[in-house]
């Protein structure tokens, strides 16, 4: 969702303020604003949460499969989760966005297409989205 900031001048006290103002239309996930187009708003589905896991491993410079057992557990979340659960799954290898096409996840299991020089942290991370 893109929101648009207005600056707003106060010359009473020589200073700006910025009001951040939302899109119009439907579906808006501030639950407590009508819907110009169609109130009482039945697109809207309320609030939106997420829940956020990430598994983290260590590239051994050898391996292109990387399993539950291969977890760093003080940066790990949560083992690999089944991918079906997931809205959104992103994996980073040395902090970089990696495309979908070079990686495969299945539940405990996360399979490269290349190997990853030793040493370079692997963090795939899992995002779930639902309304409440």
Do not use: H, W
């Amino acid at each position: 969702m893109r929101y648009y900031l207005t600056k707003q001048n106060t010359e009473r006290y020589g200073n700006s303020s910025y009001l951040i103002i939302p899109p119009l239309g439907c579906p808006d996930i501030f639950p407590g604003q009508s819907c110009p187009t169609c109130p009482p708003c039945p697109c809207t589905p309320g609030l939106l949460e997420t829940e956020i896991f990430q598994y983290t491993a260590i590239s051994d410079g050898i391996k292109n499969t990387y399993t539950n057992t291969d977890a760093v557990v003080q940066f790990s979340t949560s083992g690999i989760l089944d991918p079906n659960t997931a809205s959104i799954i992103n994996l980073f290898i040395n902090g970089i966005l990696q495309p979908p096409n070079l990686y495969a996840v299945q539940p405990g299991v996360l399979i490269l297409s290349d190997v990853p020089i030793q040493g370079v942290p692997l963090i795939l991370q899992f995002i779930k989205i639902t309304t409440s």
